[in-house]
């Protein structure tokens, strides 16, 4: 009897194994195309029954699962949302390459989501206007001028201790592309952007995520600069709220995105010819104080010679005194 109803619980449990997994769907869930700025971000896709759907199936993506995942869902209609981690204004819009809002999902079914990122943000698409900076005129280029892959970077001079997340948007004014450079204290508060090209560059604007206050204020060393010359945008932000931080600088000698990218946009010029060595010429004080020292050194060897004589004068004298008189 035992031995029956250890069987008969047996079949049940498979019986509803087989029939939860025939009516379970699975959703596929991928991110393509993330511009090399988003690279390491988060993106967080969202698959519920509404807004207010507290159980809401969650996937998360990024570069440990190449921005792809697959999940199982019970059959029903889902909302579907994504978005990329910490972009409270919008700033990077993600839509499903089908425009699929809602899915319909049914048990024994595979779907696919595949998401990329909309070509303009959302201040963008209400104002028709940069959140962030103005566009400069562009410049006409030089006769001979050809767009050709270069680096471009920018470092920070900062208060000590600043670990802000900062973004700078440089500008090509030949070829009207803008690109925009993030940089953390984990990079040393330096960034490059490594599929620029070639042309004259400006400084945009900079600002720190989430200064809602403008807490942060950016100054720049140079406002325009070339790739000929090398495109390394020197910056100094200060902390308004305490103006009088002690500041630093990470070393550009010791930095190695900046120093690969100048090498990068001056690989085609002729290395620098080393100065030949000059000779050494002694100043005229140092002559001076040469001789006056050979001098002492010669005297100081006449001293024992000297010493000597004055004895011998002293003996003799003294010697003549006792002599009897007659």
């Known amino acids: 009897?035992?031995?029956?109803?250890?069987?008969?619980?047996?079949?049940?449990?498979?019986?509803?194994?087989?029939?939860y997994a025939e009516d379970a769907a699975t959703v596929t869930v991928t991110v393509k195309d993330l511009p090399q700025k988003l690279q390491n971000r988060t993106v967080i896709v969202t698959l519920g029954n509404g807004p207010s759907d507290t159980e809401s199936t969650i996937v998360i993506l990024g570069g440990?699962?190449?921005?792809?995942?697959?999940?199982?869902?019970?059959?029903?209609?889902?909302?579907?949302?994504?978005?990329?981690?910490?972009?409270?204004?919008?700033?990077?819009?993600?839509?499903?390459i089908n425009q699929t809002t809602f899915l319909q999902a049914e048990g024994g079914n595979h779907y696919d989501l595949i998401?990329?990122?909309?070509?303009?943000?959302?201040?963008?698409?209400?104002?028709?206007?940069?959140?962030?900076?103005?566009?400069?005129?562009?410049?006409?280029?030089?006769?001979?001028?050809?767009?050709?892959?270069?680096?471009?970077?920018?470092?920070?001079?900062?208060?000590?201790?600043?670990?802000q997340h900062v973004i700078v948007y440089l500008q090509n004014l030949y070829t009207d592309d803008v690109?925009?450079?993030?940089?953390?204290?984990?990079?040393?508060?330096?960034?490059?952007?490594?599929?620029?090209?070639?042309?004259?560059?400006?400084?945009?604007?900079?600002?720190?995520?989430?200064?809602?206050?403008?807490r942060y204020q950016?100054?720049?060393?140079?406002?325009?600069?070339?790739?000929?010359?090398?495109?390394?945008?020197?910056?100094?932000?200060t902390d308004t709220a305490n103006?009088?931080?002690?500041?630093?600088?990470?070393?550009?000698?010791?930095?190695?995105t900046v120093q690969e990218a100048n090498s990068f946009n001056n690989r085609n010029t002729d290395a620098p010819q080393q100065p030949t060595a000059?000779?050494?010429?002694?100043?005229?004080?140092?002559k001076q104080q040469k001789k006056q020292l050979d001098l002492l050194s010669l005297l100081l060897d006449f001293m024992p010679v000297?010493?000597?004589g004055v004895v011998l004068f002293a003996v003799r004298r003294k010697r003549r005194r006792q002599r009897p008189q007659g």
């Open 1 to 19: 009897m035992k031995k029956l109803l250890v069987i008969l619980l047996g079949f049940i449990l498979c019986t509803t194994t087989k029939v």
């Open 64 to 96: 440990l699962n190449n921005y792809t995942e697959t999940v199982t869902i019970a059959p029903s209609e889902y909302y579907c949302a994504a978005a990329v981690q910490y972009d409270a204004l919008g700033d990077y819009s993600l839509q499903e």
């Open 115 to 163: 998401y990329t990122l909309v070509g303009s943000s959302w201040y963008e698409s209400v104002t028709g206007q940069q959140r962030h900076y103005t566009l400069q005129p562009l410049e006409t280029p030089p006769e001979n001028y050809e767009p050709e892959p270069a680096q471009v970077g920018a470092y920070l001079t900062a208060p000590i201790g600043f670990s």
């Open 179 to 214: 690109y925009d450079l993030e940089l953390y204290e984990s990079n040393g508060l330096a960034a490059v952007e490594p599929n620029a090209l070639s042309g004259k560059y400006a400084f945009l604007s900079a600002y720190v995520v989430g200064d809602a206050e403008n």
């Open 218 to 237: 950016f100054r720049c060393e140079q406002n325009e600069l070339s790739t000929e010359n090398g495109v390394d945008f020197h910056l100094t932000v």
């Open 243 to 256: 103006p009088d931080r002690e500041m630093n600088t990470p070393s550009r000698d010791q930095n190695v």
């Open 278 to 286: 000059e000779p050494e010429i002694v100043s005229q004080p140092v």
């Open 306 to 308: 000297v010493f000597v």
